[in-house]
């Protein structure tokens, strides 16, 4: 048998090599647990430092089996060698709630009726927020050895910073849900899609910013903390702990200037009150301090008010993730080398 | 149908290093643009492709970029400038176990590698039982892999990657890892993984490695692929690539190879000429096994004398001209590889047929088959004007009753004890006491 040798073999002095057609190789027939590749339709894959953005958009796609495994992974690795487990992810707000209602039943009355239930309405959307954001920022840093040795769609690990703060969310909707029982305060069950929607802009805004936020603090590692500091800037930006309408649509400066549309410059501003309106849903109430008066503490939108704003904040922002993804295709490149 | 599974496109790799890398940004608001890089090219315009069912290996000395390129292959790293394009799915094994989760058992991570690799729940439920048998971790399946011992570790990594099916698997250097029992079971796996067709493409610095597994290989220095052709004629370049590096760290201290010379340039120059014109101008008419008493029985006792004789013909004048012998035995393993100019022979081809003889006082292996590869190539190795695999064989008998490989000189001797006068003089000098 002659060893085929595939045209000159070029010497040390030859840099530039040309394509050679190599000999005839073995046809693929062997069985493969492959979804897509079975020796006909074989993926082909491009590693180049200009990968276009629908193909990015393919390979996150492909890959959304990965994220649930990390989001898996991240919960277990959150709670191994606990006895209770993913139960502490419960009673950690349940417990917030008790607090809660103990400091304002009796020390800090502010007059709003169950002020626990409109209180932990918003902070349900901050919660899934701000953690999402939080551990999506540190997220590549922390998973340096992963980017450095696998390949995968980096882009899935800010996601599954996201998607672990929606599995958290969903504990502590739960614990909402039971209290909601045990206050005798009923959601507006007619409006209940629209909680849905805002948690659904909430976490495309949130999975734009831990992409871009993500890739940023790769090359600058002060990005985390200052995030950190931002987002309790953020937090009290939004009408969580005090309510729009008893504030700032009321007696604020900007409301005096008629500059309140600056406030919804903040696009979380109308998730909360999304959630406000549909769980907490007392719009008019009796004030329960002095003196005791009807009071609004909602404002007085309809239900299509705040779906218009719901859909105007989802808009912008799928608008930005897109953004965010092509910033991240641009800064992927040097990941490997600068952590 | 494209057949390429691994096409590499001039692809550069860039890195900067810094000095310092200022990485907060009081240190970069601080020194400002004035960060100096220096560019390091850690791959300079690298083409090559992997034809499906192909086994490359990747040989290079350290730091010649031969990781990166795995890396830019895996889609670790972003090429700076050109793009790799990989059909079909791809395992990389940059380090073993590198997907795992420390705090996670076998189990999940086994599913978790999976489906990094891209495979879904379902799939990894097909091949589980096997990804565990194979990493021999059947009662430690579900325990953290923490507590794994390294062995453990790099048997489940390995395990992962090479039970995955993947269409093209890139290794790098991590079969020297493990026992020396695992390690047989790595190169059988990889060695039915050839057989299924599949594509390998493997960084090493074991030439050998190269040689026992590989179909072809390519060579890099400083970033730049310096060749690509047939196990054996990479190597060759590989070495001499080793040799001019130390040559240049020792600088005229004695080389085991003398530098090349400009004579020897200007017959790399002729040869691929003639090879760019489509001639072969030295080419193999027969190879020919002789021994003692080939008459009467078809096999070489051990111990012998065996001339193996290259016929040639040159159509011109050839000068440079080197003749490679192999012997290798049936399981392929080399067990020597010499050629003409190691042999000190200087040869050119005159025109017309001629022969060559390599003559081996003695034949000292046991019982086997043999093989007998041989090639003619220019005295750099850049050109091969011919090659046979296998050109001849023969066969070998043992009339003694030892067994194993080779038949090395021994003497059993009495050393201690009553009878142990005859060799005292012997065992003394042997014998520390």
Known sequence: MVLEVPGPVPGPSDVNQTEQENGSPTELTFGSPWPDGNGAAKVTRTVSANVGLWRRVVAVWRSRELLANLVRTEIKVKYKNSVLGIMWSMVAPAMTLIIFTIVFSFLLKNGIPHFVIFLFSGLLLWNFFQTAVQTGTGTIVNNSGLVKKVSFPREILALASVGTASVFFFFQAIVMVIFLFLVPNAPDYSLIPLVFLALLAGAVWAAALAVFLSAVNVYLRDTQHLVEVLLTAWFWACPIVYAYQRTVAKSSKLHQWHLTWIYFLNPLTPLVMTFQRVLYNIPVGRLTVKPYQVARFLPPWSGSTYLVADLAVLGIGLVLFVLALVVFGRLEGNFAEEL | ?433
């Open chain 2, 1 to 433: 149908m494209s057949t390429t599974a691994v096409d590499v496109r001039d692809v550069s790799k860039r890195f900067q290093l810094a000095k310092e890398r200022y990485t907060s940004l009081k240190e970069r608001v601080i020194h400002g643009g004035r960060v100096k890089r220096e560019d390091l090219w850690a791959l300079r315009d690298v083409n090559f492709t992997v034809a499906e069912g192909e086994t490359v290996g990747i040989l290079g000395r350290n730091g010649s970029g031969k990781s990166t390129l795995l890396k830019c292959i895996c889609g670790v790293l972003q090429p700076t400038s050109g793009e790799v394009i990989v059909r079909g799915n791809l395992a990389g094994l940059l380090e073993l176990g590198a997907g795992f989760q420390q705090e996670l058992s076998g189990r999940d991570n086994i599913y978790l590698n999976g489906s990094m690799l891209g495979m879904s729940k379902r799939d990894v439920d097909k091949i589980f039982d096997e990804i565990v048998a194979f990493a021999e971790l059947e009662q430690f399946i579900d325990h953290q892999v923490k507590f794994y011992s390294s062995g453990m570790y790099v048997r489940l990594g390995f395990a992962v990657a090479v039970n995955m099916d993947p269409h093209v698997l890139v290794i790098d250097e991590v079969l020297s890892v493990g026992d020396e029992r695992f390690q047989r079971k790595c190169m059988e796996r990889i060695k039915t993984f050839q057989e299924e067709g599949r594509t390998i493409l493997f960084v090493t610095h074991s030439p050998d490695q190269v040689r026992s597994i590989c179909d072809r290989a390519v060579v890099l220095d400083e970033g730049h692929l310096v060749a690509e052709g047939p196990p054996g004629e990479a190597v060759r370049i590989f070495r001499e690539h080793l040799l001019e590096a130390s040559d240049v760290l020792n600088q005229g201290s004695v080389g085991q190879t003398p530098a090349v010379s400009e004579e020897a340039v200007a017959d790399e120059a002729a040869a691929r000429s003639f090879v760019q014109e489509g001639l072969r101008p030295v080419r193999f008419t027969d190879v020919r096994v002789y021994y003692p008493g080939m008459e009467e029985r078809p096999y070489l006792l051990t111990g012998d004398a065996l001339h193996i004789r290259l016929h040639f013909n040159a159509t011109t004048v050839t000068k440079g001209v080197v003749f490679v012998l192999e012997l290798r035995d049936t399981g392929g393993n080399c067990i020597l590889r010499t050629d003409t100019d190691i042999l000190g022979q200087q040869i050119d081809v005159p025109e017309g047929t001629g022969a060559i003889e390599f003559r081996f006082a003695t034949f000292p292996f046991l019982d086997g088959a043999y093989e007998v590869h041989a090639g003619i190539q220019s005295r750099l190795g850049g050109v091969v004007f011919d090659w046979r695999e296998p050109a001849a064989s023969f066969e070998v008998m043992h009339p003694g009753r030892s067994t194993g490989i080779v038949d090395l000189p021994v003497q059993a001797l009495m050393v201690e004890g009553p009878m142990a006068e005859v060799a005292a003089g012997v065992s003394q000098t042997v014998v520390p006491s």
